[in-house]
């Protein structure tokens, strides 16, 4: 999973570097153990800068240019070929030969390809290209600041930092090709929607908007299902910030139990299913989980997360409110059991890994020194959505492709 960002201005007078930072500083809750940003000059040459840093911490320095792209994520990009660089949210398995076709013809380029991934790309004729996968696994928005400047990024809130507008979703399977006369669209390969289900519940941020839902209002919805399927006699309820909390506050709203804010938060938010080492995950749970003792003290608790991957960060939290008096801690995931690897580049490992996969629902309740533990069904995702296009292979193991 990554957060890509494309922007084309108008007129080469501007400099846009500032809005790139910002707006890539936006995505970062996509992914920031790298990050990178590719500037297009007056001149026609195009400078990068790429640095395993959060784009917060990328410095942009005197990097100038008038149209750009930028990354947020685990992998190396932008990629600069000759008079093109990219930046690819997904899996490619030949990025080189990708790129250097992509020069030549970009719809036969993304035509030749199986596997399903977006991109933003720059290319030194200022052209700005933007693709999103058939199957809508991989988000990409298009927008604009007034008529001075064309936007596309993986998400309208990276739009939002920088003051521009969200104009439309770019569709599955749609190649957006910008430069300063014109917006073409073209329509590559057919739709096969497959919406991933990881966006809805965990990845997009809070007050974005994916695939024609509202994401706030959408969490909300799972938190009254599991109001509706698992309704525990409680004190309060507390959601795991930031993403658990509508579900929270949905759970409270269906049951009139009382909702409580049960942490508060030291420095950048960690995002700690994206953290790449043991080290960082343990630290990003203390760091974005300070509990409030008078929350939670001699309380019957219901704790509400968005997903448990390996047991890691909830097997913490829970450690730290039984020692500051929680009376008893109920566990609720807002999504189904994480039961098989993602192969799309989402951060959902290898099976062994995964916690919900090889044991019971009572050994993960001792494991992680809970009273009991649930999660959304199935039925309940489809219903809190709206809608079945989705893929929910790390969920059941059956996935949109062949791999």
């Known amino acids: 999973m990554a957060g890509l960002i494309g922007l084309l201005s108008f007129d080469k007078i501007w400099n846009i570097n500032k809005f790139l930072y910002y707006g890539l500083v936006g995505l970062q809750h996509r992914g920031y153990s790298q990050s990178g940003i590719s500037l297009l000059s007056e001149e026609g040459i195009i400078k990068s800068m790429k640095s395993k840093v959060a784009p917060e911490d990328l410095e942009v320095g005197e990097l100038e240019g008038w149209a750009g792209i930028g990354y947020a994520g685990t992998s190396g990009y932008p990629v600069q070929v000759d008079g093109l660089s990219v930046a690819i949210d997904g899996v490619i398995s030949d990025q080189d030969s990708f790129v250097s076709f992509l020069q030549k013809d970009p719809k036969e380029a993304i035509r ?18 933007a693709y999103r996968d058939h199957l809508g696994l991989k988000p990409l928005s298009l927008g604009g600041f007034g008529f001075d400047m064309a936007i596309v990024a993986s998400e309208m809130t990276s739009m939002n930092v920088i003051g521009g507008e969200f104009r439309r979703e770019i569709k599955p399977g749609e190649l957006v090709i910008i430069d300063r006369f014109n917006v073409k669209s073209v329509q590559v390969r057919e739709p096969e929607k497959n919406y991933c289900s990881i966006e809805y519940i965990y990845q997009a941020r809070i007050d974005s908007f994916v695939d024609e839902n509202d994401i706030y209002s959408l969490r909300l919805r799972i938190g009254e299902k599991l109001a509706e399927e698992f309704p525990i006699d409680a004190d309060t309820v507390i959601g795991v910030p ?84 929680a009376k008893e801690v109920h566990i609720l995931i807002g999504s189904p059991k994480l039961s098989s690897k993602c192969p799309y580049g989402v951060a959902v490992p290898e099976e062994k890994e995964l916690i ?48």
């Open 112 to 129: 030749s390809t199986r596997f399903p991934f977006s991109f933003v790309a720059i290319t030194k004729e200022g052209k700005l290209m």
């Open 242 to 325: 930031d993403t658990a909390l509508p579900f929270a506050v949905g759970y409270s709203r269906k049951t009139g139990i009382p909702l409580d804010l049960g942490f508060t938060r030291t420095g950048s938010p960690i995002r700690t299913m994206l953290a790449s080492d043991d080290f960082t995950k343990v630290v990003g749970i203390q760091l974005k989980l300070n509990p409030i003792k008078s929350a939670v003290f001699n309380k019957r608790m219901i704790l509400i997360d968005d997903s448990m991957v390996t047991g890691t960060t909830l097997k913490n939290t829970v450690f730290n409110l039984r020692r500051l008096g």
């Open 356 to 403: 919900a996969a090889n044991l019971p629902d009572s050994e993960i309740a001792k494991v992680i020194g809970a009273d009991s533990i649930h999660w959304l069904s199935l039925e309940g995702l489809y219903s809190a959505i709206g809608h079945r296009a989705l893929c929910v292979g790390c969920m059941t193991g059956k996935y949109p492709t062949k791999w």
